[in-house]
């Protein structure tokens, strides 16, 4: 049974930074995608940022420079690394395993960020 759960949201004022952390039960961590996307109130859950099991990233326009997505496939532990956070960021972010056969999400955690 694969279970993803997300931490490390917050508070924190515009230009601040936060870390998301998001474990993930079970076997098998190191050879899947792991993705972070984020759902703000009354819009659509949209994409991050994407790392492969080997490493590769590949970011949504909005996070591009500002965010980092990383992984250690030792602690089965993904992260997303925010920086110069603005308003417009917050949202519940959900950390999601893609296998060859299913997807996998965790509840999300939610980021408030303050003007």
């Known amino acids: 049974q694969v279970q993803v759960v997300e931490s490390g949201g917050g508070l924190v004022q515009a230009g601040g930074s936060l870390r998301l952390s998001c474990v993930v039960s079970g076997s098998g961590f190191s050879a899947y995608a792991m993705g972070w996307h984020r759902q703000a109130p009354g819009k659509q859950r949209e994409w991050v940022a994407t790392i492969s099991g080997g490493g590769v990233t590949v970011y949504a326009p909005s996070a591009r420079g500002r965010f980092t997505i990383s992984r250690n496939n030792t602690k089965n532990m993904g992260y997303l690394q925010m920086k110069s956070l603005k308003p417009e960021d917050t949202a519940t972010y959900y950390c999601?395993?893609?296998?060859?056969?299913?997807?996998?999400w965790g509840r999300g955690t939610q980021v408030t960020v303050s003007s």
């Open positions: 999601l395993l893609s296998t060859s056969v299913n997807n996998f």
